[in-house]
């Protein structure tokens, strides 16, 4: 039976998806849709931040040569080549606009960026074997065959969950400086990787090594604080860095978040331990994910899972029936480009409980 009849039930789904946000006015839905470490806001970090909670609110936040000073104290970069954004949004919208000629990205992928291009400005590959995978020469040869100016990587990828290893990474980081392109490293989903400590190009050295290369780390994901709206943006080409700090508005960082950063240092070893529960609660929720027989599951090393949705159900329908009948809010990715329309879904990972009642909805639609 096709569930999905009409376009109310898909209205349905964009009504949610258009909020961006906000759900917390639906206190008792299961939000799988956006990306969220769920194990760190449970340090004493969040405990110190609401014990100052009405001086934060009433004071006004410093200026960007304050909070570039903390975000550098925090991530052990030069103060000259960091910039925190409100949320990496901010500086992902700033950074394109300081971004000339084509630029190429890997399809489906995190639309935000291309969004902010013309679209004959991108150029995009796909991967076509049929979980998404690809690799450092993947992109190598159809960049070499497809010139670009800039080229986005974003690893783990989003949705697709595909990771390049170190080596990859610095493979196609120096390719990218042998031919004049700017390299544009997206690792906001790094720090949930195996071995995580190791896999960052957030490191002083390697910013020099590779000086047009710039690096974004979405600190609202891998933290679990989304509301704070805190990300930053690392390079060597520090007149690129100047030049962005100027552009960004004169109180681009709350209260809140200059807080974060200020007090986050103390609290870093709960951060790495977080991180390991959480890589623990997504190869449980992966080995169960597997044992439904109408999904098909993609390797990640991302907080999220890719799926694609196999008879008797299609993606819109599968999330629209979980949202109704069991308040769970998934992505159908409806407007991602690269893949076939209605065929596939990504999910969040979530903490051992919510996952459970995830994996219970969906044996229950077997």
């Not at 960049?143 to 080229?151: D, T």
């Not at 710039?214 to 609202?220: A, E, H, L, Q, R």
């Not at 951060?271 to 109408?294: G, M, S």
């Not at 076939?340 to 990504?346: A, G, I, Q, T, V």
Request: hydrophobic share 40%; proline share 5%.
């Amino acid at each position: 039976m096709d569930h999905f009849q009409n376009k109310e039930d898909e209205q349905l789904l964009k009504k949610y998806y258009s909020r961006y946000g906000g759900f917390w006015i639906y206190p008792n839905m299961l939000d799988y849709c956006y990306l969220v470490n769920p194990y760190f806001n449970r340090s004493k970090i969040i405990d110190e931040m609401e014990a100052n909670f009405r001086t934060l609110i009433s004071e006004y936040p410093a200026g960007m040569s304050v909070n570039s000073n903390l975000a550098s104290e925090c991530w052990n970069i030069k103060q000259e080549y960091i910039i925190p954004g409100n949320g990496a949004a901010e500086l992902i919208k700033v950074l394109m606009e300081n971004l000339d000629g084509k630029v190429g990205v890997i399809r489906p992928t995190f639309e935000e960026y291309p969004n902010r291009m013309l679209d004959e400005q991108v150029v995009a590959f796909v991967s076509r074997n049929e979980t998404f995978r690809y690799d450092a020469d993947d992109l190598i040869e159809f960049f070499g065959k497809n010139p670009v100016n800039s080229l986005l990587l974003i690893n783990p990828d989003n949705p697709s969950g595909n990771f390049i290893m170190m080596d990859g990474v610095h493979k196609v980081a120096q390719w990218c400086q042998n031919n004049g392109i700017r390299f544009v490293l997206d690792e906001s989903f790094v720090d949930f990787s195996v071995g995580f400590a190791n896999n960052t190009f957030l490191n002083n050295m390697i910013l020099e090594k590779y000086p047009h290369m710039c690096v974004m780390k979405s600190i609202s994901k891998s933290y679990g604080v989304p509301g704070l709206r805190l990300g930053i943006l690392c390079s060597a080409d520090t007149a690129l860095i100047a030049k962005m700090k100027k552009q960004v508005s004169i109180w681009n960082i709350n209260s809140f978040a200059e807080y974060f950063m200020q007090i986050y240092p103390k609290y870093r070893e709960d951060y790495y331990i977080a991180c390991e529960q959480f890589i623990q609660a997504r190869e449980d929720f992966e080995v169960e994910l597997k044992k439904i027989p109408f999904i098909k599951v993609m390797p990640s090393q991302a907080n999220y899972f890719f799926l694609e949705v196999l008879p008797p159900y299609k993606a819109k329908e599968l999330c629209v029936i979980l949202l109704k009948k069991y308040n769970i809010l998934a992505s159908a990715c409806l407007v991602k480009k690269g893949i076939e329309p209605n065929r596939y879904m990504r999910i969040a990972v979530r903490d051992h409980v919510d996952n459970e009642l995830f994996i219970k909805a969906m044996r229950e639609l077997i």
